[in-house]
């Protein structure tokens, strides 16, 4: 999609929440509708419509590629949300995941790549695929991805420590599967790929490693997501950026440096103050802490201010902006209408100025 596309959509002043999840909690069988590829397209095109926006933003569900990945290992699929290594994978693990391209896709990837060809369908709506990013699937992957990370970081390498090869070995399965998964959605026709990487942040990365001269965000966040980017770049297909953890100046600016269509960076962040990391060309989105729309001691009123404020913000320092939530909003049962609210007042509120 021609860059422009995006720029217009700011200029445009589009608000917008990633509310697909409200849309799928209406739904009577939600598990049902996560493995029917055009019952979930439908959710992800009344999301769309519903929100006046011609992004078809899929659900933020960061699950489907270790689903995938430890499927192919063979885990049982009843032990797959709670398991990790505590030890490096191996060469048959890795050998395994390498000819992911081999395997059936699973119910979920299926599915999600159904969806997006159900909205390619939509001429109205430009269809968007969604994946975890490489760093953060290795962090669900292995049972303390800290230690390893930080070890690396102290110029430990893989021969010398078993944390640091089994954080290597994750993320080479994590990219291997990831580009996989990409591969099948854009093949259904996504225009554009959200990549999720929540966990690119200052409790996983230290700081203090980072200021000292380390390279293990260039080694472990940064270059697999060049490969993502070039695999996208080769399809003629957009990256969204997402990461919504705590993040340092020098992290943002570095996530930057990928060139995505669009970035979505979480409420920890001030945006007007992050515009001078990002270029132009790239549209900042967010970043309102949807996160915390279910309490009730953040009313509506609130809302609207912090709503108004970031408006203007954003306008001085004139960047490209949409307006939107700090990550997908989730439907929290018993809090469902006063979310649903705040989304409305935000999208809806007259700002001054």
């Known amino acids: 999609m021609d860059r422009r596309y995006y720029l217009d959509l700011a200029g445009s002043g589009l608000r917008m929440p990633i509310g697909a999840d409200l849309v799928l909690h209406e739904r009577d069988d939600e598990a049902g509708t996560l493995r029917d590829g055009s019952r979930l397209g439908a959710v992800i095109?009344?999301?769309?419509h519903r929100y006046h926006t011609p992004l078809a933003i899929p659900l933020m569900d960061l699950s489907v590629e270790k689903e995938f990945l430890l499927e192919t290992l063979g885990v049982s699929p009843s032990d797959i949300p709670t398991f990790h290594f505590s030890a490096p994978p191996g060469e048959e693990a890795l050998a395994r995941v390498r000819r992911?391209?081999?395997r059936a896709l699973t119910p979920r990837v299926q599915a999600t790549a159904d969806a997006v060809r159900t909205v390619a369908r939509h001429a109205d709506l430009l269809p968007c695929g969604m994946s975890i990013g490489p760093f953060s699937l290795m962090t669900k992957l292995i049972a303390d991805p800290i230690s390893g990370v930080y070890l690396s970081g102290a110029g430990v390498s893989g021969d010398e420590d078993p944390e640091v090869r089994a954080v290597e070995e994750a993320l080479e399965m994590a990219l291997a599967v990831i580009e996989r998964c990409i591969a099948v959605q854009i093949d259904a026709g996504a225009s554009a790929i959200v990549v999720c990487e929540p966990a690119a942040n200052r409790v996983y990365l230290s700081p203090k490693q980072?200021?000292?001269g380390s390279d293990v965000f260039e080694r472990m966040v940064m270059a697999p997501l060049r490969r993502v980017k070039a695999q996208l770049d080769a399809a003629g297909v957009d990256l969204m950026l997402h990461d919504c953890g705590e993040l340092t100046d020098e992290m943002v600016g570095w996530l930057a440096s990928l060139d995505p269509a669009m970035m979505s960076l979480g409420s920890s962040r001030k945006l007007w103050e992050d515009a001078a990391r990002v270029p132009r060309t790239t549209v900042l989105y967010g970043n309102l802490p949807t996160k915390r729309f279910y309490a009730p001691?953040?009313?509506?009123?609130q809302v609207e201010a912090m709503t108004c404020d970031l408006l203007a913000r954003m306008r001085a320092v004139d960047h490209p902006f949409i307006l939107?939530?700090?990550c997908d909003v989730l439907s929290v049962e018993g809090?469902?209408?006063a979310i649903v609210e705040k989304v409305?007042?935000?999208?809806?509120?007259?700002?001054?100025?």
Request: glycine share 10%; net charge negative; with cysteine.
């Open 210 to 212: 980072l200021a000292r």
């Open 100 to 102: 992911i391209s081999d």
């Open 335 to 337: 809090a469902r209408e």
């Open 324 to 326: 939107g939530s700090e």
């Open 45 to 48: 095109v009344e999301a769309a």
């Open 297 to 301: 001691d953040l009313t509506i009123e």
């Open 344 to 353: 409305a007042a935000f999208c809806t509120c007259g700002c001054d100025g």
